[in-house]
């Protein structure tokens, strides 16, 4: 059963109450506007590029390319883990990964980066070369050339019996 604000996530009323949530340990750090998105943007990278910091909540996911985006526009990131989204924020260096249960650690996060807001938007540029190393097509291919390389080695030395052989070439 989910607990937490952040656990219970997923309906815009979830939603609301998760952001009033965080508003009462944040409430000293926003000055500006606060935006609410269920993932109906209509140019996300104009919105996008208006933020400070991006948070993603998700409770489960599998790669989040809104993530990926808000980093390739530069943006220091407080992601929760889930699914695939370990895998997409370089922790430390484009923003922050918590466990998706930590209420308190996600609020924590977003107030490490908004008391250093400049020192995170200047780490924060790494982002996009981040996502290039991670998630290019050239990486992708490389990947799948060399695991397709090791099976054929693995099947010329004998890795697999006869008969799955066959059935391999077949």
Known sequence: ERNTPLQRAG???DIAGLALFLMQDLSSYVTG???????????????????????????????????LEAQQLRLPVVVSKGGGS????????TGFLVDREDDEALA????????????????ARGGPAFIDQRFSIDRM??????FQRRSLESVRAGGMSAM????VSA
């Open 164 to 167: 799955r052989r066959e059935q």
């Open 141 to 146: 291919v490389d990947q799948t050339l060399r």
């Open 33 to 67: 506007q606060v935006l609410l998105a269920d993932g109906g943007m209509l140019n996300p990278p104009r919105v996008m590029s208006a933020m400070d910091v991006f948070l993603h909540t998700a409770w489960w996911e599998g790669t989040p390319n809104v993530v």
């Open 86 to 93: 370990a895998d997409a924020v370089d922790h430390g260096r």
């Open 108 to 123: 924590s996060r977003l107030i490490e980066i908004l008391q250093d807001l400049d020192g995170w938007k200047q780490k």
């Open 11 to 13: 309906t815009t009323a």
